[in-house]
């Protein structure tokens, strides 16, 4: 069954045309390059992963509640609307939330896609060339999964987000080389990376959703990582008028991914009060403290690669994000390398058990 049968709105046109522009840039440079950025190119490598076969598909999943998430972290919990309504209501607004959520994970993955390819084409180092190409192949294999995990596990698709189209046009519309960089690796890469590390964390353990968002962050970190290196280099040596002119997209875009979340098209869709839930969702204490928390790699990777400016600080402190200017974001990449590889090691020693009781009770058989 294609994918349009999956929508709750088929989108109109079913597919996105957006101008890109900015030089196709060819070097001629084959030496070593940076050692930072070959070292990470030597690790995309090495840590290349099958969707197919790393993630345990034949897993269920319930449909109503695929990601496993408790109630109180609905968007709506203890709302009037979420008290009202019954039990079969309730599995319905569950299943239409989380689909939306990862279908915006899995648009903004296609996203990640095309911008990486167009790193490939506009970055002038070739060191850089070379990891860009590594990460377009881990964005494909996170559209196949998000996709397949909607399309086979939930059964529903949400259309793109409006927040996240203008963020992705006005990135892909830059024709400066660094602004692909500073929109996806930086910004909507460093959203997702929070948001997917939320989820991990409160679905249950051995749930296929935990596999695949912690899998999935193994490679975002290498990518948030990519974009660090890169433009702390080359902001170093910005104009003023240069660095204001950044500053001001990573301003504008923090404000349209901080309103991203809010979900408008679930409750449109669910025939309830849109205005009314939107209020809710505004002004709930376990919301504003998941939007703040998404801001957790953004804001000390902003920091760090110098764009640091009167006009950023003024927003993440009205955001209430600035004291995350500390965070020891090397720490946290640390965190989700190690939280997918113990994953992992979990799941082949399980694997390895159910081989011997399986062989044993062959064996008490015969």
């Given at each position: 069954m294609?994918t349009?049968d999956?929508?709750?709105e ?9 101008p890109?522009?900015?030089d196709?840039?060819?070097t001629?440079?084959?030496d070593?390059?940076r050692a930072?950025?070959l070292s990470?190119?030597q ?5 290349q992963?099958?969707?197919q076969?790393r993630?345990?598909?034949a897993q269920?999943?319930d ?6 998430l408790?109630?109180e972290f609905?968007p709506?919990f203890?709302?009037?609307m979420?008290e009202?309504?019954?039990d079969?209501r ?5 299943r239409?939330?989380q689909a ?11 996203g990640a896609?095309v911008c990486?390819?167009k790193i ?6 070739m060191?850089a060339k ?6 377009t ?5 996170h559209?196949?999964?998000f996709?397949?995990?909607l ?5 529903m ?6 927040n996240?189209?203008?963020l992705l046009?006005d990135t892909?519309?830059?024709?400066r ?7 996806m690796?930086v910004?909507?890469?460093g ?8 989820l ?5 353990p051995n749930s296929?959703?935990?596999?695949l968002l912690?899998?999935v962050m193994?490679d975002e970190?290498?990518?948030?990582a990519f974009g660090r290196?890169s433009?702390?280099d080359?902001?170093?040596?910005l104009?003023?008028?240069e660095?204001?002119?950044?500053e001001?997209f990573v301003?504008?875009?923090?404000y349209?991914m ?5 979900g408008?098209e679930v409750?449109?869709t669910l ?6 839930c939107?209020?809710?969702v505004?002004k709930?204490?376990l ?14 990777i902003?920091k760090d690669?110098?764009?640091w400016g009167?006009?950023?600080q003024?927003a993440?402190s ?6 995350m200017?500390?965070?020891?974001i090397?720490a946290l990449?640390?965190?989700?390398e ?12 399980m694997a390895v058990r159910r ?8 064996a008490?058989?015969?």
């Amino acid at each position: 069954m294609s994918t349009r049968d999956k929508y709750t709105e088929v989108p109109t046109p079913f597919s996105w045309e957006v101008p890109s522009v900015g030089d196709a840039r060819f070097t001629w440079e084959y030496d070593d390059g940076r050692a930072r950025l070959l070292s990470l190119y030597q690790k995309g490598k090495d840590k290349q992963w099958d969707a197919q076969s790393r993630i345990d598909w034949a897993q269920d999943v319930d449909p109503m509640n695929p990601i496993g998430l408790p109630d109180e972290f609905h968007p709506l919990f203890g709302s009037p609307m979420w008290e009202s309504a019954d039990d079969a209501r309730r599995a319905e607004m569950r299943r239409h939330s989380q689909a939306w959520q990862f279908s915006q994970f899995l648009h903004g993955e296609q996203g990640a896609m095309v911008c990486a390819a167009k790193i490939v084409e506009v970055v002038p180092d070739m060191d850089a060339k070379f990891y860009a190409a590594t990460q377009t192949m881990d964005e494909a294999r996170h559209v196949e999964t998000f996709a397949r995990f909607l399309q086979e596990k939930v059964g529903m698709v949400y259309p793109v987000n409006t927040n996240l189209t203008a963020l992705l046009e006005d990135t892909l519309r830059d024709s400066r080389w660094d602004m692909p960089y500073l929109g996806m690796q930086v910004l909507i890469e460093g959203l997702a990376l929070a948001a997917f590390g939320v989820l991990r964390d409160l679905t249950p353990p051995n749930s296929l959703a935990k596999q695949l968002l912690a899998y999935v962050m193994q490679d975002e970190a290498r990518h948030v990582a990519f974009g660090r290196i890169s433009l702390k280099d080359y902001y170093s040596a910005l104009t003023t008028a240069e660095r204001d002119e950044r500053e001001e997209f990573v301003v504008e875009a923090c404000y349209l991914m901080r309103d991203r979340f809010r979900g408008e098209e679930v409750f449109e869709t669910l025939g309830l009060d849109v205005r009314e839930c939107a209020d809710w969702v505004e002004k709930s204490p376990l919301m504003i403290q998941f939007r703040s928390h998404l801001f957790s790699r953004i804001v000390p990777i902003v920091k760090d690669i110098g764009l640091w400016g009167d006009k950023v600080q003024k927003a993440f402190s009205d955001m209430g994000v600035l004291d995350m200017a500390a965070f020891d974001i090397d720490a946290l990449m640390r965190a989700d390398e190690d939280q997918a590889e113990a994953l992992e090691k979990a799941h082949a020693e399980m694997a390895v058990r159910r081989d011997e009781v399986g062989q044993a009770i062959a064996a008490g058989a015969n």
